[in-house]
């Protein structure tokens, strides 16, 4: 059965001085780990506090979990989880403290989860937040953001500035929470090679539009890199060496190495369409 979607977009702009962010549609499902990838720029921010409700649109619509903010905004964000790259905690509370802040706000609190993930973190429950490391606050972070069973779990260059073991920690508890209890994440992230192996889909965005939304499976397998020039390819000149991404989805190739995530965004950015010649 084909989960429903849980974010819906239609039609949604949102106009800065210099900045144009139009999202024609999107739709994301139910149990789905999407990986939001762009340029510093492109949008990806603007679009997270759209969906947070943070700003308002110009034009357009966005429903979450079935609903619209203009007629049920508590209620839907009772239901989602929030890390930012910023902590907005006060750096004078410790994570006790934390504990009886949230569970006043959420109904659907779980103090047994919560003690359970500070210990999974080896985080201490009576230190001050002003005497945790860059990795433990984000771990707090995650910890509170998944203590009340957030259908949805919004993450805005959260796991940025940690080392990969931290960050690894963090990926793998939240596809453990996709994958058995079918929560939905939509994560921002610069750090594509781990978006690469535990994000199910992927939505591209440049200069405020969408240039490319796919799963993983099909994405990392439909181009190639090559140094030989096709018809219809992107060209990319980098140094004294010329490569081409090529698309192969459905045909025979002798190839082996598919392009990796990075591989993609750089040619379909800074590269050269081929068939068109205009830049993308």
């Not at 403290?97 to 080896?122: C, G, H, V």
């Not at 771990?139 to 960050?167: C, M, W, Y």
């Not at 994440?185 to 690469?196: K, M, W």
């Amino acid at each position: 059965m084909q989960s429903k979607p849980v974010i819906t977009i239609s039609e949604l702009t949102k106009n800065y001085e210099g900045f144009h962010l139009h999202i024609d549609e999107l739709n994301i499902d139910a149990g789905s780990f999407v990986g939001l990838i762009g340029e510093n720029g492109a949008g990806k921010s603007t679009l997270l506090q759209l969906l947070l409700n943070q700003i308002r649109s110009d034009t357009g619509s966005i429903r979450i979990l079935g609903s619209s903010y203009q007629k049920n905004e508590q209620q839907i964000k009772l239901k989602l989880g929030v890390v930012l790259e910023k902590n907005f905690f006060p750096l004078s509370f410790s994570a006790s403290q934390i504990k009886k802040m949230m569970r006043d706000i959420y109904p659907s609190w779980d103090e047994a989860l919560f003690l359970t993930l500070l210990q999974n973190f080896a985080l201490p429950p009576t230190k001050k937040l002003k005497e945790f490391s860059r990795g433990m606050t984000v771990k707090l972070n995650f910890a509170v953001a998944l203590a009340h069973h957030p259908q949805i779990l919004f993450a805005d260059e959260a796991t940025s500035g940690l080392d990969p073991i931290v960050r690894r920690e963090i990926l793998a508890l939240l596809e453990s929470y996709v994958q058995k209890q079918k929560m939905t994440v939509v994560l921002s992230s610069h750090i594509l090679s781990d978006l690469e192996q535990v994000a199910s889909h992927f939505v591209f965005i440049h200069n405020g539009e969408i240039l490319l939304q796919e799963n993983r499976a099909d994405l990392l397998k439909r181009f190639i890199v090559t140094t030989k020039k096709h018809k219809q390819c992107y060209q990319l000149k980098q140094a004294e060496t010329t490569k081409y991404l090529v698309e192969v989805t459905g045909k025979k190739t002798t190839d082996t190495r598919y392009a990796t995530l990075e591989e993609i965004l750089l040619f379909l950015v800074k590269g050269v369409k081929i068939d068109e010649g205009t830049t993308i």
